[in-house]
């Protein structure tokens, strides 16, 4: 079974270290995470696609990181559309 989310979000920064990411909406989150809260998904984030994980953080929220080929010129605080399509769930 294959479970497919739109929205659009907002980048932000991740310091130190300099990784953007998106937080992921409540209810586009996946039901379950696998090791280390990680849950394998195919993303796309305006258009980009590729094969990653986002992953539940201790305090519950689901996060995307987002690398510079997905998100161009994009930084903190731009608004991006992200696709997310979790194979098994």
């Not at 079974?1 to 991740?14: N, R």
């Not at 989150?29 to 994980?53: L, M, N, Q």
Request: charged fraction near 25%; glycine fraction near 8%.
């Amino acid at each position: 079974m294959s479970y497919e989310a739109e929205f659009a979000a907002s980048l932000w920064l991740y310091s130190p270290g300099g990784w953007h990411f998106v937080t992921v909406p409540e209810e586009h989150a996946p039901s379950v995470a696998y090791a280390f809260g990680r849950t394998p998904v195919d993303a796309e984030v305006d258009g980009h696609a590729w094969r990653t994980s986002v992953w539940r953080e201790k305090s519950g929220r689901t996060i995307l990181a987002v690398p510079r080929a997905a998100r161009g010129a994009k930084a903190h605080g731009d608004e991006v559309r992200v696709r997310l399509r979790f194979a098994t769930l």
